[in-house]
């Protein structure tokens, strides 16, 4: 079992955990919820890099 804080509100099979909650899960089900939540971030980084290359874009 491992403890893990949930960074974003996540339900699963009818349970809700919200933000900022520390569970304790199952090994398996504990390093699934933290790649899920390490994709998700990592996209919301890829996300807020790309709109600041547009805004630093030079006009034309």
Not at 10 to 36: F, R
């Amino acid at each position: 079992m491992k403890k893990v804080t949930v960074n974003q509100n996540h339900t699963h099979e009818g349970a809700e955990y919200p933000a900022g909650s520390v569970v304790e899960l199952p090994d398996w089900a504990a390093d699934q919820l933290l790649a899920m939540e390490g994709e998700r971030r990592a996209t919301e980084i890829k996300a807020i890099q790309k709109r600041k290359e547009i805004m630093e874009a030079p006009a034309e």
